[in-house]
Every structure is written in C-alpha cells, then in structure tokens.
C-alpha cells in the first residue's frame, strides 16, 4: 500500500494553513506575561506543569487532540525562550514596499538588506511593531503583530501575516478580532506613502524544524501504517527474545521506498 502523495500534498498545504493561522495571531507580550506568571506559580510549588500521555488511541482524532496542543506548547516555548545567547534581538527599521491577500493572509514585502548583523531566512519568525520596544523599558507597544518569512531577496522580505483575529482553543472556525491586528492591517494597507508605512522588526525565532514537525503529524491519516502508531501493538505479546512483526501495509511500503541494503538493516534491527 503505497502513499497517496497528491493527497498528502493537500494535507501538507492545510497543514501550513492551520498552523500559521494558529501562531500568526498570538499575542506576544500575552505570552511573555502567561509564561512568567507559569513561573512564578511553579516557583511556589505549582508543580512542573508536565503532561503524561497515554500509549494507545482509538482513532487519528484522538492522537491528534493529544499531540497537537503539545506541539503548540513546544512553540510558544520557543517563541518565549528567544533570549539565547547567541540570539541577537535589535529592533530593525523597514518600509512596507507592496501586499498582497491571500486565503485570509496579508502578504507584505519589506525592504531589507543584506549588511543586515542577523540574517533572516525562510521560516524564521519576526515580530513587527509600529514602536520600537526594550523589555522592561515601559508600556508595550500598541501595534504589533508577528510575520512568517516566506522568502528572501537580496533586497527585500517577503512576509505572511494573519491579522483577522486570534484562534481561540486550537479551533480556526473561532477567530476573535483584536486591536492590535487591526491597527496593523490599517498600516500595512494604508494608501500612504512609502516612508509613512514604516514598521520595526525582531527575529523571535526558527519555526523551520518545528513546523516540519507539525505536518509530520497532522500527516498520521495518510500513512498506510499509521495503525500501528495508533495501538503501539505491532511488537508480538509472547517471549522478549522474539523478533518484531512488521504489519503488511508497513511491510509494502518499505519495499516501495527503500533499496535493498536498506531493507537489509531493517531485518537486522528487527531480529
């Protein structure tokens, strides 16, 4: 049983969809104060706030209801922790040179440049804001929103944003508006002129490998042995020296995709 390969391309394009719409519209400010008060709730004996999670789920649903809420925990951590050493988090003045809307996305270009101290990649995500901000330098700015690098040029950013409000529990059919995103799609497309669309911007962090992570799972339907992560049952129940049984879908779909010394390893590692 192969892969349907145009199926999972779709599931793939849904996947980007989802997952941009979800952390697109969080509040970053709401996350730095959340994870603080987390913090300080810890500190005074709260617990570690780790979840168990169960072995076995009766359907695609089920694991997905379990796994992607963590997966989303795992980037707001990533989002919150970008104070890394190596991170550099000086605010960079830019000029919003055209945008575009697509699928409920503003796409924005602006301008950048290649003498730039940090460099910016595809997939890296950037805060924009209308201010200039320092942490523990006063009020936080009114006008901010985050932005997806979606490509770069030698002189300009090309950005995904999603401004229409806020996901609410995971579930993009529930959208609450915010201030904050409006006052930023206003900016962003506003007729003025270019030097009155000017914005601020930080790299926060990389979203590459957790975002490859997240179309990983939300892939589980489509793989012909998705049963066996499902039940976590595929090891035969008698004497621990007997070998692994590998399920017949599985079983096919490694001989449609790997070569025979890779087949080879497999059987090693199974005896």
């Excluded at 952390?23 to 996350?31: A, C, Q």
């Excluded at 901000?133 to 009020?139: C, I, L, S, V």
């Excluded at 049984?245 to 995709?257: C, N």
Aim: hydrophobic share 40%.
């Amino acid at each position: 049983m192969a892969v349907d390969k145009d199926r999972l391309r779709e599931e793939e394009e849904a996947s980007f969809v989802r997952f941009c719409k979800i952390i697109l519209g969080w509040d970053y400010f709401g996350l730095l104060t959340e994870a603080a008060k987390q913090k300080k709730e810890r500190g005074k004996g709260g617990g570690s706030g780790l979840r168990q999670v169960k072995n076995t789920y009766k359907d695609v649903d089920d694991y997905l209801a379990t796994f992607e809420p963590l997966l989303f925990e795992e980037v707001k951590a990533q989002i919150i922790q970008k104070k890394d050493d190596e991170e550099v988090t000086e605010w960079v003045l830019r000029l919003v040179v055209e945008c575009n809307e697509s699928e409920g996305f503003l796409l924005p270009s602006v301008t950048y440049g290649d003498d730039e101290g940090e460099k910016i990649v595809q997939n890296d995500l950037l805060l924009l804001s209308e201010d200039q901000f320092k942490e523990g330098g006063g009020k936080f700015p009114q006008v901010y929103a985050f932005a997806l690098v979606e490509q770069r040029q030698h002189n300009l950013l090309r950005l995904r944003m999603f401004l229409a409000g806020e996901v609410m529990n995971l579930n993009t059919d529930v959208i609450e508006s915010r201030t904050r995103l409006l006052k930023m799609h206003g900016l962003i497309t506003s007729p003025g002129l270019l030097h009155e669309k000017r914005l601020f911007s930080v790299k926060i962090c990389s979203l590459s490998t957790i975002s490859r992570e997240y179309f990983a799972l939300r892939s589980i339907g489509s793989l012909p042995f998705k049963d066996l992560i499902l039940t976590a049952a595929d090891k035969s129940s008698g004497s621990e020296d007997q070998a692994w049984k590998v399920s017949q879908p599985l079983s096919e779909h490694f001989q449609g995709s790997l070569n025979k010394s890779q087949m080879e390893a497999i059987d090693v590692s199974l005896c």
